[in-house]
Nanobody, 128 residues
Framework: QVQLVESGGGLVQAGDSLRLSCVAS????????MAWFRQAPGKEREFVGA????????YYRDSVKGRFTISRANVKNMVYLQMNSLNPEDTAVYYC?????????????????????WGQGTQVTVSS
């Protein structure tokens, strides 16, 4: 059984930065692509960014490109989301997820059904 635990959320002001972390249990972390999703109140869960097994390829939704950076440290079973220039529209619960494959592209990154393990989420609130 794989467990994902997120941390690093909080209340910040517009323009501030936050770094989210996700630690994964299990020995096969480095074999799978990982991603961050988010869900705001009353909205569907949406893709934020993904990273392939090696960390060599990353993918982002358009609204966070240039502001968010996803990275991973396989030796630590960790994946990160550095979020800069936060705005109130970024307010949501952020989830870490493990893809069922070592890489993803296109809809294979965006589709929540492509992910087989999820964390419990961490709240990010951005005030204006």
């Amino acid at each position: 059984q794989v467990q994902l635990v997120e941390s690093g959320g909080g209340l910040v002001q517009a323009g501030d930065s936050l770094r989210l972390s996700c630690v994964a249990s299990g020995r096969t972390f480095s074999s799978y692509a990982m991603a961050w999703f988010r869900q705001a109140p009353g909205k569907e869960r949406e893709f934020v960014g993904a990273i392939d097994w090696s960390g060599g390829k990353t993918y982002y939704r358009d609204s966070v490109k240039g502001r968010f950076t996803i990275s991973r440290a396989n030796v630590k079973n960790m994946v990160y989301l550095q979020m800069n220039s936060l705005n109130p529209e970024d307010t949501a619960v952020y989830y870490c997820a493990r893809n069922s494959k070592s890489y993803c592209s296109g809809y294979g990154c965006y589709d929540p059904l492509a992910y087989d393990y999820w964390g419990q989420g961490t709240q990010v609130t951005v005030s204006s």
